[in-house]
């Protein structure tokens, strides 16, 4: 995969607000293949692994997995979003700020200024990373089940986890600088050779320690682990310094004017870590809210229990991997060039007739034909997986997985996670414009709605694992309440936001018309009334996939 940083003939002729959109799409396009080829060969993958492990080994493997998002999440994900926000919205710092005093450090022209500013902030994340890394680890082996203590080569596993996660965090420099340049090749490169490393090391060590009858825990999975990271590192490493190489910035951590007020310890950007700061303390409820099913599930069930729910939880959430999430990303980062100048200015200057503000305007109504062009879109496909996923998902787990996992919770869990996959989808797109949309103070107030629906989730998944013993089935529903509540703050948002601005943005904009619904429910009727059918027999199953291709053309 390339990227051509250059502009093309008809970005050359097209508004910034038309030429930014034409590039996020693209980006779009990149990360979507990405997901699906990575996606594609882990899910190939997990049929291999599905006939070498238990239901407790992959609980563990769950475990150990959320160890690293933790830590990558809270080192990360509050500068990468900051970063994201242009430096017209951070108030970037004011003429002559940068200006060149030493003579050890060379003069940097604005595009290599910007490049070195996110190249330096991601520094911090791997600052923040390195004791989150030890503590993370530490307080999971004095927590660990006793059960879990007892599997092969659990510490083994964890330090190898550990220095996976290093790895990774060390990558994001180049990451930063991909994303700032809108280099979506290079990221799709990166992730995609990562991803079919981490596939092999992980699928050939199970196969070879069965085969060997060598018990080796959850090895396969810190080997696949360290090999993704390893190389990550290495791709970008030789495809981002070659761009670089003729250009002032630098990957490595570099000051600009020690003397600037702008600027903390003469390298970091004050404007943008008071903005990660805003959105560190939401990021944390954002993350409960986000592995707060996996947390509940690790604390109140069995690693069976635990290893039925992670299965639902990786196929049920399969589409929306590969395709819902990649385009929050770049739409996270479409909304951020688009909103820059219009996030703070005040009502009364936006409806000036200058040439500024004229920009402005179009940039906002840009962003709401595309935001409400996508939930439209996903209204549909949301209509379609409710239809067709709760009566097919069941019988294609007995099929994929065998009856070893089809006569645990994992059935029951998956068709209720059918319902909770809409959800999860919407939800994404509107909290990824309400982060690239909040003023400093709006995110502060949505912190303090995530603590209270943090605290809401909590006390509801501790009620039905614990005093109603509804199971996992009865997580996903704490989860669709959740994130419900979340989707209706959002949408209060971004209503006020575009009505303050003049534009149209309304609820009915965005529902599928009635023949789409009428056809749902019909598919739904007769895929429940063969229900039975279609778990006996794979005629019947297959003509129920035909009914639901059919049924997705017509909607």
Same mark, same amino acid.
């Given at each position: 995969m390339s990227d051509n940083t250059e502009l093309t003939d008809s970005?050359?002729?097209?508004t910034p607000a038309q030429s930014i959109l034409s590039r996020s799409t693209k980006g779009a396009s990149y990360l979507i293949l990405v997901q699906v080829t990575s996606r594609a060969l882990t899910f190939l993958v997990n049929q291999i692994l599905l006939r070498f492990l238990s239901p407790e080994l992959l609980g563990i493997s769950a475990q150990l997995e959320l160890y690293s998002?933790?830590?990558? %999440?809270?080192?990360?994900?509050?500068?990468?979003?900051?970063?994201?926000?242009?430096?017209?919205?951070?108030?970037?710092?004011?003429?002559? =700020?940068?200006?060149?005093?030493?003579?050890?450090?060379?003069?940097?022209?604005?595009?290599?200024r910007k490049a070195q500013e996110v190249i330096n902030l991601s520094y911090v994340a791997i600052g923040l990373g390195l004791p989150l890394a030890f503590i993370f680890a530490s307080l999971y082996i004095r927590n660990a089940h006793t059960l879990v203590l007892e599997t092969p080569y659990i510490k083994?596993?964890?330090?190898?986890?550990?220095?996976?996660?290093?790895?990774?965090?060390?990558?994001?420099?180049?990451? =930063?600088?991909?994303?700032?340049?809108?280099?979506?090749?290079?990221?799709?490169?990166?992730?995609?050779?990562?991803?079919?490393?981490?596939?092999?090391?992980?699928?050939?060590?199970?196969?070879?320690?069965?085969?060997?009858?060598?018990?080796?825990?959850?090895?396969? !999975?810190?080997?696949?682990?360290?090999?993704?990271?390893?190389?990550?590192?290495?791709?970008?490493?030789?495809r981002i310094t070659p761009s670089g190489a003729h250009r002032q910035h630098s990957l490595l951590l570099k000051p600009f004017v020690p003397s600037s007020s702008s600027l903390l310890l003469g390298r970091f950007p004050a404007t943008r870590l008071n903005l990660a700061f805003n959105i560190y303390a939401q990021s944390i409820f954002k993350h409960i809210l986000t592995t707060g099913d996996s947390l509940l599930v690790a604390? !109140?069930?069995?690693?069976?229990?635990?290893?039925?729910?992670?299965?639902?939880?990786?196929?049920?959430?399969?589409?929306?991997?590969?395709? !819902?999430?990649?385009?929050?990303?770049?739409?996270?980062?479409? %909304?951020?060039?688009?909103?820059?100048?219009?996030? %703070?200015?005040?009502?009364?200057?936006?409806?000036?007739?200058?040439?500024?503000?004229?920009?402005?305007?179009?940039?906002?109504?840009?962003?709401?034909?595309?935001?409400?062009?996508?939930?439209?879109?996903?209204?549909?496909?949301?209509?379609?997986?409710v239809a067709v996923g709760p009566s097919l998902s069941p019988v294609l787990l007995r099929f994929v997985a065998?009856?070893?996992?089809?006569?645990?919770?994992?059935?029951?869990?998956?068709?209720?996670?059918?319902?909770?996959?809409?959800?999860?989808?919407?939800?994404?797109?509107?909290?990824? %414009?309400?982060?690239?949309?909040?003023?400093?103070?709006?995110?502060?107030?949505?912190s303090a709605w995530m603590l209270a629906f943090s605290a809401a989730f909590a006390v509801t998944g501790f009620l039905v694992l614990r005093v109603w013993e509804h199971g996992a089935q009865g997580l996903v529903l704490a989860n669709a309440v959740n994130m419900t509540c979340r989707i209706i703050w959002s949408w209060q948002f971004i209503a006020g936001y575009f009505r303050d601005r003049g534009v149209v943005f309304q609820l009915r904009d965005i529902m599928p018309k009635l023949s789409v619904v009428i056809s749902a429910l019909g598919t739904s009727w007769y895929l429940n009334r063969i229900g039975q059918s279609l778990h006996e027999s794979i005629v019947a199953l297959l003509i129920g996939i035909a009914i639901a291709g059919v049924s997705a053309l017509l909607m």
């Open positions: 970005d050359a002729h097209a998002i933790s830590v990558l %999440f809270f080192a990360r994900e509050s500068l990468r979003v900051a970063l994201q926000r242009q430096d017209e919205e951070v108030a970037a710092a004011p003429p002559g =700020a940068y200006a060149n005093t030493r003579k050890d450090v060379p003069k940097l022209n604005e595009q290599d083994r596993s964890l330090h190898l986890y550990l220095v996976a996660t290093i790895l990774e965090l060390c990558s994001e420099p180049c990451f =930063a600088l991909a994303q700032q340049q809108m280099l979506y090749g290079v990221r799709a490169s990166a992730e995609t050779l990562a991803t079919i490393t981490r596939c092999l090391l992980t699928c050939g060590t199970a196969v070879w320690a069965s085969k060997a009858d060598f018990a080796i825990g959850a090895l396969p !999975f810190a080997i696949g682990q360290v090999g993704y990271a390893t190389i990550l590192n290495v791709v970008y490493l030789t604390a !109140f069930t069995t690693l069976q229990s635990q290893g039925a729910y992670t299965l639902a939880a990786n196929y049920g959430g399969l589409v929306a991997r590969m395709v !819902f999430q990649p385009i929050e990303e770049s739409s996270r980062s479409l %909304f951020g060039r688009l909103l820059h100048q219009s996030t %703070f200015a005040s009502k009364a200057s936006e409806n000036t007739d200058t040439a500024p503000n004229s920009e402005r305007r179009e940039r906002v109504n840009q962003a709401a034909t595309y935001l409400r062009t996508l939930l439209r879109v996903y209204s549909i496909i949301s209509t379609m997986i065998g009856s070893r996992w089809s006569d645990s919770e994992a059935p029951s869990v998956l068709s209720a996670y059918c319902y909770y996959i809409p959800l999860l989808a919407i939800n994404g797109i509107l909290e990824a %414009f309400v982060s690239a949309a909040a003023s400093p103070a709006e995110l502060r107030v949505q």
